[in-house]
């Protein structure tokens, strides 16, 4: 069965609402990581930012920007199990910068 227009409209008002949350919190992390020298880009899947440059040298960072008390959703959770490479969670741009300085690394 095809959702109905009221549900497309629901899912649609709910994922514009979760872009405009994420939003607000990557501007400022985004922007901070920028004034300290890294490259900063936006993959969104399976995180958030990939973060490169600055003290990072050519080593690549995976970013995941998440608001105080949110974690991880499942398919995140899959991913960073298997994952070989640097990734962090940050919630506010002071995390951002420490794990760029190699304080808080996974």
Known sequence: MLPSIYEKIRLVSRNMRNAARTDANQAVIVAALRA???????????????????????????????????????????FTSGWPGAWVVVHHEQEAIEAVLGDILK
């Open 36 to 78: 300290i020298g890294c490259k900063v880009y936006y993959s969104k899947l399976p995180l958030d930012l990939i973060v490169s440059g600055g003290r990072l040298g050519k080593q690549n960072l995976l970013m995941e920007c998440k608001l105080p008390g949110e974690k991880l959703n499942r398919s995140q959770e899959e």
